[in-house]
Each structure stands twice: as C-alpha cells, then as structure tokens.
C-alpha cells in the first residue's frame, strides 16, 4: 500500500523565524527522510514553490478559469 502525504508551513511563521530554528526544522526533515529511505518505505518528494506562485484552477457549469 502506497501514501502520499504533504507538510505545509506557513509562509509568514517561516518568514519570521530565527535562523538556527529554520535550519533545525530543515535538519529534522532531512533527517526524517533518510529514516524512512533506509526503511524502505521511501519513494519520492520534492518540495513547491512558495503559495503566491500558485494557481486555482476550476471548472464550473463547464467554464474553466484559473
């Protein structure tokens, strides 16, 4: 069986956050990811592009807009 999961931030915290916190949050995470390679549970991540490079895309009643 198969998962996908996703960690969101928010931009504004991590914007205000103190450098050494922000490597120690980045450290935890890579530090998670080579547990669960060596698990053999790993399969793929990348991270996205900050919110404000984000597009909506809807369809309604047939209309698409983004």
């Given at each position: 069986?198969?998962?996908?999961?996703?960690?969101?931030?928010?931009?504004?915290?991590?914007?205000?956050?103190?450098?050494k916190?922000?490597?120690?949050?980045?450290?935890?995470?890579?530090?998670?990811?080579?547990?669960?390679?060596?698990?053999?549970?790993?399969?793929?991540?990348?991270?996205?592009?900050?919110?404000?490079?984000?597009?909506?895309?809807?369809?309604?009643?047939?209309?698409?807009?983004?």
């Open positions: 069986m198969k998962f996908m999961f996703t960690i969101y931030h928010d931009e504004n915290v991590l914007d205000a956050m103190p450098e916190e922000m490597q120690a949050l980045v450290d935890s995470a890579i530090e998670y990811a080579e547990e669960i390679r060596r698990s053999g549970h790993y399969i793929g991540s990348d991270a996205l592009q900050r919110a404000g490079t984000a597009r909506t895309i809807r369809v309604r009643a047939g209309k698409v807009s983004t």
